[in-house]
């Protein structure tokens, strides 16, 4: 199975894309397409975090659940809107944060992509979902794939920071060995929920600390 994807990302995800369930992955959206039913992202974008960050240069990981499912939102940056897309309310309150913890005055635009190129890889636990129906492929297999990826960053680099930001992605840290990378938990930033930890995490200043005591740039969070 040929899946459009970043070389370095191809090469380390060779085994996922030959296994059983990524060929479920395929077929169920291909069923879909054909009844006419619309995905998000676009199909050339589903893959766009590991297109924008390659393998060797992921610096830190932040954990998204689900792409945006409204149209011209989503293009495979978890938090990330297009350009000229209003800004959804979670990715706002991340902007409010960065401001208050790093003075970076929110951006015109909820595009994230310079992030991405910064060595943030921005990464949806689903990198599909049907429009207008949240959590629709969270259970088509792609929890399994992204898991193996997230394996797969803790297991072969050594100093990232993993950002999760609610209880689903905090689930995550138990791949993670927290004594060769840095693990942070914060509330998620959705309005529900941001007042109750995420405001005040500083997980900015911290992610760039953390970097810069490795020997490692750190992240020019201005857009």
């Given at each position: 199975?040929?899946?459009?994807?970043?070389?370095?990302?191809?090469?380390?995800?060779?085994?996922?894309?030959?296994?059983?369930?990524?060929?479920?992955?395929?077929?169920?959206?291909?069923?879909?397409?054909?009844?006419?039913?619309?995905?998000?992202?676009?199909?050339?974008?589903?893959?766009?975090?590991?297109?924008s960050t390659?393998?060797?240069?992921?610096?830190?990981?932040?954990?998204?659940?689900?792409?945006?499912?409204?149209?011209?939102?989503?293009?495979?940056?978890?938090?990330?809107?297009?350009?000229?897309?209003p800004k959804?309310?979670?990715?706002?309150?991340?902007?409010?944060?960065?401001?208050?913890?790093?003075?970076?005055?929110?951006?015109?635009?909820?595009?994230?992509?310079?992030?991405?190129?910064?060595?943030?890889?921005?990464?949806?636990?689903?990198?599909?979902?049907?429009?207008?129906?949240?959590?629709?492929?969270?259970?088509?297999?792609?929890?399994?794939?992204?898991?193996?990826?997230?394996?797969?960053?803790?297991?072969?680099?050594?100093?990232?920071?993993?950002?999760?930001?609610?209880?689903?992605?905090?689930?995550?840290?138990?791949?993670?060995?927290?004594?060769?990378?840095?693990?942070?938990?914060?509330?998620?930033?959705?309005?529900?929920?941001?007042?109750?930890?995420?405001?005040?995490?500083?997980?900015?200043?911290?992610?760039?600390?953390?970097?810069?005591?490795?020997?490692?740039?750190?992240?020019?969070?201005?857009?």
């Amino acid at each position: 199975m040929d899946v459009q994807i970043e070389a370095s990302w191809k090469e380390k995800l060779k085994e996922e894309f030959e296994k059983p369930y990524f060929a479920n992955i395929v077929s169920h959206l291909k069923a879909e397409k054909q009844q006419k039913k619309v995905i998000y992202p676009p199909g050339p974008q589903i893959f766009n975090a590991f297109n924008s960050t390659p393998f060797h240069k992921v610096k830190v990981l932040i954990l998204g659940q689900d792409p945006y499912h409204g149209p011209g939102q989503a293009h495979g940056l978890c938090f990330s809107v297009q350009d000229g897309v209003p800004k959804p309310p979670s990715l706002v309150n991340i902007f409010k944060e960065l401001k208050a913890d790093l003075g970076v005055e929110p951006p015109v635009s909820g595009n994230l992509s310079k992030w991405a190129e910064e060595g943030v890889f921005l990464l949806n636990a689903s990198l599909t979902v049907r429009a207008g129906e949240p959590m629709s492929h969270a259970k088509i297999g792609w929890a399994q794939f992204t898991d193996a990826v997230i394996r797969k960053i803790a297991e072969e680099k050594e100093h990232v920071v993993f950002l999760l930001w609610g209880r689903f992605a905090q689930e995550k840290a138990a791949f993670i060995d927290g004594s060769k990378h840095l693990v942070l938990k914060a509330a998620h930033p959705s309005p529900l929920s941001a007042s109750a930890g995420f405001f005040g995490c500083r997980h900015f200043s911290k992610t760039n600390e953390y970097l810069v005591q490795h020997g490692i740039d750190p992240i020019d969070w201005k857009l």
